[in-house]
Each structure stands twice: as structure tokens, then as C-alpha cells.
């Protein structure tokens, strides 16, 4: 029975570490590792050293047959840094020598679940993967000629071990996935709290300047070989697919206004092409192709109506968007870009020399800059693009659907109106601005980090290649 001293030691102990559930795997940790004798550890180790690459293997080839699991794998460059990844993590977890430390051990654990939580790994798919790898360990060592007492203690070690690692990194992955779904709401709260009345008339104008140019196509008469231009691919088709899909989130809008664009880009413009190319007139068409645009209009206007509100959830200095929704906002570019097969790219911008500006003008003058900059950003980017403020003089741009190409040429086209862009400060001093600019393109990746990450990274190897320049990741 433990003493009085002790029981204000374990009270102690409880009060000091924020994280009860910690405390209770720590300690169940320690008990499993102590009641391993030094022999057996090794003896393990030695095992899942052997097996861990063909366990790694055999775990990804059953998940890769999982419907559910297989587009979260089928990216080739993932599938060959997990695979070694997770035969390193199966060996971390049973090393030969001294009892592995539950700190590092928890450390890597806490990583594993910020991914899963990132790319939104299914936990009843963590839990078969554990299960899957739990058996296949349990399997070798039934099959080794080790005695029944020690069987025993081998299976029941291997099973606490993963149990734990497994606790731990769905406990991150919950967190995680919490605070997402609340930036995720957030997001969704600021669109629907925006200034819409302005939205509502440029998004209209975009519909009416996409069905001015079919018109005018169709004025240019039969046996033109020249395709109608579609409406996804205008300014308003990728506008309603990447922000209007968030503003309307849940309302039939969605459905309704999708099926009347499929509609017009899978059947009516496509079979009007084929009569002008034939030199059978478009006559037929008009009614078809208006009455289209004219319900959209006014579905638009109705769902437009429904959520007119006041701006808000910008960055106050430059209105640009607020970080916070960039991790929503690109993991649902992610899930559209691997379900449609549209690229899309991260472009990081970094005003040059802003430091300088600060501390020989003052930090109004950096404001002044600040704001400037992006004006300028958001004047070059499309309708359909995002504009965020990412650090203090970066911005970081969604480029919707644009492959290298396009999001080369934005860059080029930010960096040069940036470089045109003049503030002028009191007493008429003028300060010209300059910006060095990274680029990158999702590769299939499913963590939105990754394509962050290296954006970031091509913007300082713009830095350090002279400022003032665009770089792509990858070198290309």
C-alpha cells in the first residue's frame, strides 16, 4: 500500500503533465520494456531487422487493393518513401541494446499522426495497418523455435508496443483533425460573411463575357473548325469549381449548376461544333445554350441573395486572405486536383529587401509597401486564384488549375508588375519594390506541406541566385 508521501507524489506527477493519457503510456511503456529480459530484446530486434523491409512490402501491398486506402498511396514517389519509412519505423520500435526512451519514441509518433492528420488517413485504415503488421511479426516469431513461456512474452510485447505507438499517434491525429474541421468551418463562415454584393456582379459579368464569346463564334458562321470555348475552362468555370464550391458548400447550387455546365461542355457546345464544322448552321443551339446561361444566372443570384453579408476574415493590413485557411483551402485543391486530373501550383512571393525598407523609412513606409505589393498581386492573379498573406513580407498564391507552364508565367507576371510598383512615401519619396519568387507544381503528393515546402524553397534559391527572379522546384 503506498504511503502517504507517495500517493502526494503521484498526485504531483499527475498535476504536472497536462496530458494524463501521456502519463498512463508512459508508464505502461516503461513496465513493458522492464519485463523484457535484455536477451530477448535482442533476439526480437534481430527478427524485425530481418523482416521489417518484407513487412513494409506486404502492408502496402494489401492496403494498395483497398479501394478506400489506394488513392492515398497509388503516387509513386510516396509509395517508395513510405515503404522505407515505415520499415525504419517498424525496426524504431523494437532496437536491440538499452529499452528504447518513450520520449523519442513519442516524438516520431507525434509526426506520423501530423501527417495522417494532414492527408486525412482514415484511422480505421491506421488500425488494419497496425493489425497487418502486428500479425505478420507475430507470425515469424511462431514460426522461430523459441519456447512456449517465451512465445508468449515475444506476442504479448509485440502487441502492447504497437498498441502504444498506435495510441499515441491517433491521439495527434484527432487533435489535428479538430482544429482543421474548426479552420475548415471558420473558412466557410468567412465567405459566407464577405462583401457578396461585388462578387455577385464580377462573377455574373464573367458568365455574360464567357457567353458573349460563344456568340461571337457563332457570328463568325458555318464550317468554322475552331472550337466553342467551354465554360469550365473560363474565368467563371474555375471560379464556381475552386470558390464557389466553398461559398455554397451543402446547397443544392452545387449540383444544379454543375449538371447545366456538364451539360453545355459535354453535350450542347460539342454537338454545335460538330454542325458548324459540317456547315449545318448553329441555328438550334442558341435556345439551348441561353437558356442555360439564363438559369444559372439566376440560381446564382438567388444563392448570391441568401448569403450577402459584411466582409470579413482577411488580413487587415494587406486584405489578402488569412493564413489560417491555407491548409483547407489546399487539401481541397488536392482532392480536386487527383479527382479531375487538373494540376494546380503553390507560388510563393518575397518582397526583396524589405528589411532595408524598414529601417531606413520607418515601419509605416513597410506598410505602405506591404499594402502595395498586394494590390499589385491581387490586380495580376485571376478571379479564380487565392492570394494569402503567408509572413511578413511574403505572399503565398493558389494558382487553380495551371501546370508549370501557366504558373511560370504568372510568377514571371507578378514579379515583373511588383518590380514596375512604385510607393510613394511623404515628401514624395519614391520607393520601388522588387520580389523574388519560388514556384512549384503538385506532383500527387496528398500532404499540402510537401508542396509548401517546396515553393519556400525555390524562393530562397531565388534569394540567394541574385533576388529578383522566379524559380521552379525541381530545377526546371
Same mark, same amino acid.
Given at each position: 500500500?503506498?504511503?502517504?508521501?507517495?500517493?502526494?507524489?503521484?498526485?504531483?506527477?499527475?498535476?504536472?503533465?497536462?496530458?494524463?493519457?501521456?502519463?498512463?503510456?508512459?508508464?505502461?511503456?516503461?513496465?513493458?520494456?522492464?519485463?523484457?529480459?535484455?536477451?530477448?530484446?535482442?533476439?526480437?530486434?534481430?527478427?524485425?531487422?530481418?523482416?521489417?523491409?518484407?513487412?513494409?512490402?506486404?502492408?502496402?501491398?494489401?492496403?494498395?487493393?483497398?479501394?478506400?486506402?489506394?488513392?492515398?498511396?497509388?503516387?509513386?514517389?510516396?509509395?517508395?518513401?513510405?515503404?522505407?519509412?515505415?520499415?525504419?519505423?517498424?525496426?524504431?520500435?523494437f532496437p536491440a541494446g538499452p529499452a528504447p526512451d518513450f520520449e523519442s519514441m513519442a516524438i516520431v509518433q507525434t509526426r506520423v499522426g501530423e501527417v495522417h492528420a494532414r492527408v486525412r488517413v482514415p484511422l480505421h485504415l491506421v488500425s488494419r495497418g497496425a493489425r497487418l503488421i502486428k500479425a505478420g511479426i507475430a507470425g515469424r516469431i511462431a514460426g522461430s523455435r523459441v519456447g512456449r513461456d517465451e512465445l508468449v512474452r515475444?506476442?504479448?510485447?509485440?502487441?502492447?508496443?504497437?498498441?502504444?505507438?498506435?495510441?499515441? @499517434?491517433?491521439?495527434?491525429?484527432?487533435?489535428?483533425?479538430?482544429?482543421?474541421?474548426?479552420?475548415?468551418?471558420?473558412?466557410?463562415?468567412?465567405?459566407?460573411?464577405?462583401?457578396?454584393?461585388?462578387?455577385? $456582379?464580377?462573377?455574373?459579368?464573367?458568365?455574360?463575357?464567357?457567353?458573349?464569346?460563344?456568340?461571337?463564334?457563332?457570328?463568325?458562321?458555318?464550317?468554322?473548325?475552331?472550337?466553342?470555348?467551354?465554360?469550365?475552362?473560363?474565368?467563371?468555370?474555375?471560379? &464556381?469549381?475552386?470558390?464557389?464550391?466553398?461559398?455554397?458548400?451543402?446547397?443544392?447550387?452545387?449540383?444544379?449548376?454543375?449538371?447545366?455546365?456538364?451539360?453545355?461542355?459535354?453535350?450542347?457546345?460539342? $454537338?454545335?461544333?460538330?454542325?458548324?464544322?459540317?456547315?449545318?448552321?448553329?441555328?438550334?443551339?442558341?435556345?439551348?445554350?441561353?437558356?442555360?446561361?439564363?438559369?444559372?444566372? &439566376?440560381?446564382?443570384?438567388?444563392?448570391?441573395?441568401?448569403?450577402?453579408?459584411?466582409?470579413?476574415?482577411?488580413?487587415?493590413?494587406?486584405?489578402?486572405?488569412?493564413?489560417?485557411?491555407?491548409?483547407?483551402?489546399?487539401?481541397?485543391?488536392?482532392?480536386?486536383? @487527383?479527382?479531375?486530373?487538373?494540376? &494546380?501550383?503553390?507560388? @510563393?512571393?518575397?518582397?526583396?529587401?524589405?528589411?532595408?525598407?524598414?529601417?531606413?523609412?520607418?515601419?509605416?513606409?513597410?506598410?505602405?509597401?506591404?499594402?502595395?505589393?498586394?494590390?499589385?498581386i491581387l490586380g495580376t492573379c485571376r478571379s479564380s486564384d487565392l492570394v494569402f498573406r503567408y509572413g511578413g513580407e511574403e505572399f503565398l498564391v493558389v494558382a487553380v488549375e495551371a501546370g508549370e507552364a501557366a504558373a511560370r508565367a504568372l510568377a514571371e507576371r507578378l514579379r515583373e508588375a511588383i518590380g514596375k510598383t512604385e510607393v510613394v512615401l511623404s515628401g514624395d519619396t519614391r520607393i520601388r519594390l522588387g520580389a523574388s519568387?519560388?514556384?512549384?507544381? &503538385?506532383?500527387?503528393?496528398?500532404?499540402?506541406?510537401?508542396?509548401?515546402?517546396?515553393?519556400?524553397?525555390? @524562393?530562397?534559391?531565388?534569394?540567394?541566385?541574385?533576388?529578383?527572379?522566379?524559380?521552379?522546384?525541381?530545377?526546371?
Amino acid at each position: 500500500m503506498p504511503t502517504t508521501a507517495g500517493k502526494t507524489a503521484a498526485r504531483h506527477d499527475t498535476a504536472a503533465d497536462p496530458n494524463p493519457s501521456l502519463t498512463a503510456a508512459r508508464r505502461d511503456w516503461h513496465r513493458l520494456q522492464a519485463a523484457l529480459a535484455p536477451e530477448m530484446r535482442d533476439w526480437l530486434a534481430g527478427l524485425v531487422a530481418a523482416s521489417s523491409d518484407e513487412l513494409a512490402r506486404d502492408f502496402y501491398d494489401v492496403l494498395m487493393a483497398d479501394p478506400e486506402a489506394a488513392p492515398l498511396l497509388s503516387n509513386e514517389i510516396v509509395q517508395t518513401r513510405l515503404r522505407g519509412s515505415l520499415a525504419g519505423w517498424i525496426r524504431s520500435l523494437f532496437p536491440a541494446g538499452p529499452a528504447p526512451d518513450f520520449e523519442s519514441m513519442a516524438i516520431v509518433q507525434t509526426r506520423v499522426g501530423e501527417v495522417h492528420a494532414r492527408v486525412r488517413v482514415p484511422l480505421h485504415l491506421v488500425s488494419r495497418g497496425a493489425r497487418l503488421i502486428k500479425a505478420g511479426i507475430a507470425g515469424r516469431i511462431a514460426g522461430s523455435r523459441v519456447g512456449r513461456d517465451e512465445l508468449v512474452r515475444l506476442l504479448l510485447h509485440v502487441e502492447t508496443v504497437i498498441d502504444i505507438a498506435i495510441e499515441l @499517434m491517433g491521439a495527434v491525429f484527432v487533435s489535428g483533425i479538430t482544429h482543421q474541421s474548426r479552420d475548415e468551418e471558420a473558412y466557410r463562415l468567412f465567405f459566407l460573411s464577405q462583401d457578396l454584393s461585388l462578387e455577385r $456582379e464580377s462573377q455574373r459579368a464573367s458568365l455574360l463575357e464567357w457567353n458573349q464569346a460563344v456568340l461571337l463564334a457563332l457570328a463568325g458562321g458555318s464550317g468554322s473548325t475552331e472550337p466553342l470555348p467551354r465554360i469550365g475552362r473560363s474565368d467563371f468555370g474555375l471560379w &464556381f469549381h475552386h470558390r464557389g464550391g466553398i461559398m455554397f458548400d451543402g446547397t443544392p447550387v452545387l449540383d444544379r449548376v454543375n449538371e447545366l455546365m456538364q451539360r453545355l461542355d459535354e453535350g450542347i457546345l460539342p $454537338e454545335t461544333d460538330a454542325a458548324r464544322a459540317a456547315g449545318n448552321g448553329f441555328g438550334p443551339a442558341l435556345g439551348p445554350i441561353q437558356n442555360a446561361v439564363n438559369e444559372i444566372r &439566376f440560381i446564382l443570384n438567388d444563392a448570391f441573395q441568401a448569403l450577402i453579408g459584411a466582409e470579413a476574415g482577411r488580413d487587415a493590413l494587406t486584405r489578402t486572405l488569412n493564413r489560417r485557411f491555407l491548409p483547407a483551402i489546399l487539401k481541397r485543391e488536392i482532392t480536386l486536383a @487527383m479527382r479531375r486530373d487538373h494540376p &494546380f501550383a503553390v507560388i @510563393m512571393v518575397d518582397l526583396d529587401h524589405f528589411k532595408t525598407i524598414n529601417d531606413s523609412h520607418g515601419h509605416s513606409a513597410g506598410d505602405a509597401a506591404l499594402r502595395q505589393a498586394a494590390e499589385t498581386i491581387l490586380g495580376t492573379c485571376r478571379s479564380s486564384d487565392l492570394v494569402f498573406r503567408y509572413g511578413g513580407e511574403e505572399f503565398l498564391v493558389v494558382a487553380v488549375e495551371a501546370g508549370e507552364a501557366a504558373a511560370r508565367a504568372l510568377a514571371e507576371r507578378l514579379r515583373e508588375a511588383i518590380g514596375k510598383t512604385e510607393v510613394v512615401l511623404s515628401g514624395d519619396t519614391r520607393i520601388r519594390l522588387g520580389a523574388s519568387v519560388g514556384v512549384a507544381v &503538385f506532383d500527387g503528393h496528398p500532404d499540402y506541406n510537401h508542396l509548401v515546402e517546396a515553393a519556400d524553397s525555390a @524562393m530562397y534559391q531565388a534569394k540567394r541566385a541574385g533576388r529578383n527572379r522566379v524559380v521552379v522546384a525541381g530545377g526546371r
